[in-house]
C-alpha cells in the first residue's frame, strides 16, 4: 500500500503562486508514475500533469506554461509549481500514483491505484 498526503493549497488573488506537495509513503518502490488532478466543484476530476514513462513530464494544455511537475524520489514527494493562477485554476487538487509505467494512457483515472485526500485552491479574481 502506498500512502499520499497533499499539502500546500490554499487562497490567491489571480496572477499568485502556490506549491503544492505530495508525501508518498509505504511501498513507494511499488509506484511507476504519479501526477496531479483536480476537481472543479461540478465537473469531473481531470489530469492537471504527470511524471511518467522515461521521466515524461506531460501537461495539459490549459496550465502548460504556468505550471511545473517534480518529483524527489529520495524523499518520496511530489511538487506542483503553480504559477499565474486564474481563478479557472480553482479546485480540489489531488496526488495520484500508479503501479505500472503511465505514458499515453496518464490522464485516465483508472490507471491510478493511490490517491490522496486533497488539497483545495482557490483563486480569486
Known amino acids: 500500500q502506498v500512502q499520499l498526503v497533499e499539502s500546500g493549497g490554499g487562497s490567491v488573488e489571480t496572477g499568485g503562486s502556490l506549491r503544492l506537495s505530495c508525501a508518498a509513503s509505504g511501498l513507494t518502490s511499488s509506484v511507476g508514475s504519479m501526477a496531479w488532478f483536480r476537481q472543479a466543484s461540478g465537473k469531473e476530476r481531470e489530469a492537471v500533469a504527470g511524471v511518467v514513462e522515461a521521466g515524461l513530464t506531460p501537461y495539459d494544455d490549459s496550465v502548460k506554461g504556468r505550471f511545473t511537475i517534480s518529483k524527489d524520489n529520495a524523499n518520496n514527494f511530489l511538487y506542483l509549481q503553480m504559477n499565474s493562477l486564474k481563478p479557472e485554476d480553482t479546485a480540489m487538487y489531488y496526488c495520484?500514483?500508479?503501479?505500472?509505467?503511465?505514458?499515453?494512457?496518464?490522464?485516465?483515472?483508472?490507471?491510478?491505484?493511490?490517491w490522496g485526500q486533497g488539497t483545495q485552491v482557490t483563486v480569486s479574481s
Open positions: 495520484a500514483a500508479a503501479k505500472g509505467s503511465l505514458l499515453l494512457d496518464w490522464r485516465l483515472r483508472d490507471r491510478y491505484d493511490y
